[in-house]
């Protein structure tokens, strides 16, 4: 246990280590992604296939989500689902029918969770048999505690909806990209120069958008609100760049085409799977980019994707100034002072960057799981930070004990430590300053104009305790001396 | 397989973590997959609590799947004992290791020769038993492994108390108003003159439970935990139990004189009567005089406001305990008519029918909430009194209601004195029914006369004839901010494009003023 605290306070080093320690750490069961991806896509309806464990879980990790009439459901399962008295097909298909009587939508999600994963319930088998005598498509996810943690949950989601994605018809795709000029067809007899057309309909009768950009079809991943979506949008169209679709789309019918002519950019630095099943099963070419978070991850996104497309970035470093210019306020409270990461949701990193460009000390970023491939660019642009900032490299820890950095956390005494419900009372009842980590998940902390909100959030405890400090009660536990450090 | 939205009571391990946790220097270890510890922010959130939860996991993840936990589960006791020193080690199976069926046993007896702590594994059967059921067991369990251990013990001998004493069983973490019963139960025992010997489990060393057969009688407040560890204490230890629940003025009278018939008899048995313990006369005096004028309850149920109750139709659900006292307390201490009692607690239903059935004029028993909804809307009371999921099924029909019992959110954990338990409790009470009932009587009042205003409300705003034209792309993404700041949005993003000079607020121009103005 000494060696483990006096490892973090050993002096900084000039690269990047990556730790991993027992994973015994608290973290969200990855089912929790139904609670936003219900709501992000508008036609679907979610079935959770576990124990009333889950259920006790989603109900109370949900709050009041629950009492308005969500679209999803627990397919609890029984005792004599667990003895195999029952046919999982069958009582699948009774309650599938259920739903579809009461809610009619026009996509199931099955979401496979620990339970099902033992009892090797073969989902994908059924669904396959099922979806056609349903005719409703099923999507099959294994969201589960055993292999993914929190937020990887909405990962195993999207890589099954890569799989639903429609094929782009090279043919198709091909007399797009090619000048008009250079094809005098139908359409252009008909309806004047291609170019000039923003939809047209091909022969199957799927819509195509037409790019007016010069550039190839782009694919965004990761599900924000629809604000955020506006808001990256109109981010790219000033480079005029458009976004062919997003995954997931508003409602299911609205799924971008993929194919190998298509570029794919995250929005989220935990869509690893997804990532791997847009390059391998789709052919998609993936942009590896920084993550938009915070002003300088933005611009390092946005510019990314400009570089990758071919598109002269223009005005980008005039606006993050403006931005950063907007953020003083915020800046002057959380200058030189400490944070640390206990991990939990996989923003950690790109959190930690954004944070030290702001002029804070990260002494550790806990990260449940790290993919080096495809955070590769969020990982130097935070190593480029540090140098930039004159700040130690933090150290990383993968699948990180909670008890081992509550005893650094002791040691190290930072100003703030970004964690889970679980440790925030007892961490503020000794005195340290937490902000709950499962906030910066449901936020809104996507792009230039959302830079705010993050520092909106890791100042509230800053702020909060600046008005209390005056009582002079900074512990509340009875085995501490009232001033700590 | 059940179709489940939401449900009254939790898995097993829940009863099982809430009550290794409310013991003093007590460690549950689950054998469960990432994620499953949502029991500690459920306690740190709900509780406030200022302690780490002394819950952890032995993560199972697919490497226990392809070769077992092994050495997995026992040195995570191992670990946990050198870390916290705690005195005893609760492992916990879960619904995952209920069907891994690795031999848990096996695990806690090897970690047992290792260890400084006991260690005991949770004999509970997740497919079985309710989360209450849960922590009814367990805390026999405790309650049984250490009067076993203290009976080895050779110089270890039972002394009753001196003076006449109570346990009292069944409070715990994350029950609802437990800590203010516990408060209130304490006080009454306190002027009757006797003492409490020991409050289980809540804030008690596992230690300590070897001085419970010191007491001359365990009380059980709740009826779904307590009663196994009463039983037991009665059967092995021949201590006598009460069962009546002291809530509501009349139960509250009969559980004080059912508390002093059982301690006269111990007296008797045990002692040579130089204890002086109030006569019959003394105690239904006490009883007469809390009841009368101590208790405002009584005098409230006389009062005219309690009048206008009268024959008004309400429907009871809940816990089997506080749903059945609830029910009589309504139809027999304020004269309000049940028109349905229900209960979640499936296993109790016997008891609950017998408690309630001449109180009301029908009794419920589902965990379905769909169920209730729909009795509710049937019946159309005039008030509801039940969990939060009753009170937001009230919402929705538009009638008012009580959380009188769990399920409950961070609210039903009041940072003031709040008991539902002795007169106290028929205090709190009367006020949640009253408060109820006048809340329905406004609203409906409010809907015959149309509000108290009837004047146009005047909206703020900057201007009415800024000559802005809101876009229709920025008119859509005004309607997506949440109503409650929708108004400060709009005056900013205005202000913002006067100062801009621009006429025509689109989505874009509503960005850009976000960003300037930080709202």
Redesign the interface.
């Known amino acids: 246990m000494t060696t483990q605290t006096n490892t973090a306070l050993m002096p900084a080093k000039n690269s990047l280590v990556l730790e991993c320690e027992t994973g015994n750490y608290h973290t969200f069961c990855p089912i929790s992604c139904v609670s936003w991806l219900y709501q992000k896509i508008e036609d679907s309806f979610f079935l959770v296939i576990g124990t009333k464990t889950c259920g006790y879980f989603l109900q109370n990790a949900l709050g009041v989500m629950i009492f308005a009439e969500p679209r999803y459901a627990m397919a609890e399962l029984e005792e004599a689902d667990i003895s195999a008295q029952l046919k999982d097909y069958k009582e699948l298909k009774r309650l599938c029918l259920q739903i579809k009587k009461d809610r009619n939508p026009s996509v199931l999600f099955w979401i496979g969770t620990c339970t099902t994963e033992i009892m090797k319930t073969d989902l994908e088998g059924i669904a396959k048999r099922l979806q056609v005598e349903l005719g409703i498509p099923i999507v099959v996810a294994r969201a589960n505690g055993l292999d993914y943690a929190f937020t990887q949950g909405e990962d195993t989601v999207l890589a099954a909806l890569v799989e639903s994605c429609p094929q782009t018809k090279s043919s198709t795709s091909e007399a797009l990209i090619v000048p008009p000029a250079k094809t005098p067809n139908f359409w252009q007899a008909a309806f004047g120069p291609l170019a000039k057309s923003q939809e047209i309909t091909v022969g199957t009768g799927t819509i195509v958008k037409t790019p007016q950009a010069k550039h190839l079809p782009l694919v965004l991943f990761g599900s924000v609100a629809s604000t955020v979506v506006n808001q990256l949008t109109v981010e790219l169209n000033k480079q005029g760049i458009e976004i062919t679709g997003w995954i997931p789309a508003r409602r299911y019918s609205e799924l971008p085409e993929l194919g190998p002519e298509v570029y794919a950019c995250a929005v989220h630095p935990y869509l690893s799977r997804t990532a791997a099943a847009l390059i391998r099963r789709k052919k998609c070419k993936l942009i590896n980019a920084p993550f938009p978070l915070g002003p300088d991850g933005t611009r390092a996104w946005i510019e990314k994707i400009c570089q990758t497309l071919n598109v002269e970035p223009k005005g980008l470093i005039e606006r993050e100034a403006a931005i950063w210019e907007n953020l003083e306020d915020y800046l002057e409270l959380v200058r030189g002072k400490s944070v640390f990461f206990m991990g939990d949701n996989v923003f950690e990193v790109a959190l930690a960057r954004f944070l030290i460009r702001c002029g804070m000390i990260v002494y550790e970023i806990g990260i449940p799981y790290i993919d080096k491939r495809f955070q590769e660019s969020e990982l130097q642009l935070l190593e480029q930070t540090c140098l930039d900032m004159g700040v130690m490299m933090p150290r990383i820890v993968q699948k990180p004990d909670n008890y081992h950095q509550i005893q650094r956390i002791r040691e190290l005494m930072p100003d703030l430590v970004i964690t889970g419900m679980a440790h925030a009372n007892p961490l503020e009842a000794r005195g340290i300053n937490t902000k709950w980590s499962v906030e910066f998940t449901f936020a809104q902390i996507h792009g230039f104009t959302n830079a705010r909100d993050i520092l909106e959030l890791v100042t509230r405890p800053l702020r909060r305790n600046r008005s209390l400090s005056e009582l002079g009660w900074t512990t509340f536990v009875k085995d501490l001396p009232q001033k700590v450090v | 397989?059940?179709?489940?939205?939401?449900?009254y009571s939790?898995?097993a391990?829940?009863g099982t973590l809430r009550v290794a946790s409310s013991f003093k220097n007590v460690h549950a270890i689950m054998h469960?997959?990432?994620?499953?510890?949502?029991f500690?922010?459920?306690r740190?959130?709900l509780e406030?609590?200022?302690?780490?939860?002394p819950t952890?996991?032995s993560?199972?993840?697919?490497r226990v799947?392809a070769r077992g936990s092994q050495e997995k589960v026992v040195d995570?006791i191992t670990r946990k004992d050198a870390?916290d020193v705690p005195d005893l080690i609760l492992v916990t199976p879960?619904?995952?290791s209920?069907?891994?069926q690795e031999d848990l046993q096996n695990f806690v007896n090897r970690a047992f020769l290792d260890s400084k702590a006991d260690v005991l594994l949770a004999d509970v059967n997740?497919?079985?038993v309710t989360e209450l059921q849960a922590a009814d067991r367990t805390f026999e369990q405790v309650v049984h492994f250490y009067l076993d251990k203290a009976k080895k013990n050779p110089n270890w001998k039972v002394e009753k108390t001196e003076r006449p004493s109570v346990n009292i069983l069944g409070m715990f973490t994350l029950g609802f108003h437990n800590q203010h019963d516990t408060r209130e139960l304490c006080r009454l025992f306190k002027e009757l003159g006797v003492d409490v010997n020991l409050v289980m489990p809540e804030g008690v060393s596992v230690n300590d439970i070897q001085r419970a057969p010191n007491a001359w009688l365990n009380i059980v407040p709740y009826r779904e935990i307590g009663l196994m560890a009463a039983r037991y204490l009665e059967n092995d230890w021949g201590m006598p139990y009460t069962t009546t629940i002291p809530m509501g003025l009349v139960d509250t009278a009969q559980f004080i004189r059912e508390v002093f018939g059982h301690l006269r008899q111990c007296s008797e048995e045990y002692f040579d009567s130089d204890i002086t313990l109030q006569t019959e006369e003394e105690i239904e005096a006490y009883i007469d005089n809390q009841s009368r004028f101590v208790s405002q309850a009584s005098w409230f149920g006389r009062s005219i406001d309690c009048q206008n109750l009268t024959g008004k139709k309400v429907v009871v659900f809940g816990d089997a305990t506080h749903a059945a006292l609830m029910t009589k307390i309504l139809s027999r201490e304020i004269g309000v008519r049940v028109a349905c009692a229900g209960t979640y607690c499936k296993n109790e239903s016997d008891w609950f029918r017998e408690q309630v059935h001449d109180a009301c004029d029908e009794i419920l028993i589902t965990d379905d909430h769909t169920q209730v909804g729909d009795v509710i809307a049937r019946i159309e009371p005039a008030a509801i009194f039940g969990t939060q999921?009753e009170r937001?099924i009230g919402?929705r029909l538009e009638i008012p209601c009580g959380v009188i019992s769990a399920p409950v959110?961070i609210q039903n954990f009041p940072l003031g004195f709040k008991p539902f338990l002795g007169y106290e409790g028929t205090n709190q009470i009367a006020d949640l029914v009253y408060n109820s009932f006048t809340l329905g009587m406004e609203d409906h009042l409010l809907e015959i006369f149309g509000g108290h205003d009837t004047k146009e409300v005047i909206e703020k705003s900057l201007s009415t004839t800024n000559g802005l034209e809101w876009a229709p792309d920025g008119l859509a993404?005004l309607q997506?901010v949440p109503g409650f700041v929708r108004g400060k949005i709009k005056r900013n993003t205005e202000k913002f494009a006067k100062e801009q000079g621009i006429q025509k607020i689109t989505?874009?121009v509503m960005?850009a003023a976000?960003?300037?103005v930080?709202a």
């Not at chain 2, 406030?48 to 939860?53: G, M």
């Open positions: 397989m059940k179709l489940s939205y939401w449900m939790g898995p391990h829940i469960a997959p990432l994620g499953d510890d949502y500690n922010v459920l740190s959130m406030r609590e200022r302690e780490f939860t952890t996991a993560i199972v993840d697919r799947l995570n870390e879960t619904c995952t209920s069907i891994l997740h497919y079985r999921m937001h919402k959110h993404e997506k989505m874009e960005y976000k960003e300037a930080g």
